[in-house]
Nanobody
Framework: QVRLVESGGGLVQAGGSLRLSCTAS????????VAWYRQAPGKQRELVAL???????RYADWVAGRFAISRDGAENSAYLQMNSLKPDDTAVYYC??????????WGQGTQVTVSS
């Protein structure tokens, strides 16, 4: 059974940075793509960023160059580096990975809270 485990969330002041990690129970490159989503209270889950096995990256417009998604095969992990955080970035962040047969896997989420 595939497991995705997120970590790295926490409380940070506006303007600060966090690095989220998503560690998979098998090769991170067995998934295509790997993505980060977020869900704020009372709002729908939304895409933050994704990365394909070809290295293609896509970001939500509101990211505006503040975040960077990456993967490390040796660690079976994907990362989301978040800089210049804003209070509006407060949400639960989820890792998502799609298998070769279009199965979607989700982690349990990690809370990010940005104080003003």
């Amino acid at each position: 059974q595939v497991r995705l485990v997120e970590s790295g969330g926490g409380l940070v002041q506006a303007g600060g940075s966090l690095r989220l990690s998503c560690t998979a129970s098998r090769s991170i490159f067995s998934f295509n793509p790997v993505a980060w989503y977020r869900q704020a209270p009372g709002k729908q889950r939304e895409l933050v960023a994704l990365i394909s096995n070809y290295g293609t990256q896509r970001y939500a417009d509101w990211v505006a160059g503040r975040f960077a998604i990456s993967r490390d095969g040796a660690e079976n992990s994907a990362y989301l580096q978040m800089n210049s955080l804003k209070p509006d970035d407060t949400a639960v962040y989820y890792c998502n990975a799609r298998s070769a047969i279009d199965e979607d896997y989700w982690g349990q989420g990690t809370q990010v809270t940005v104080s003003s």
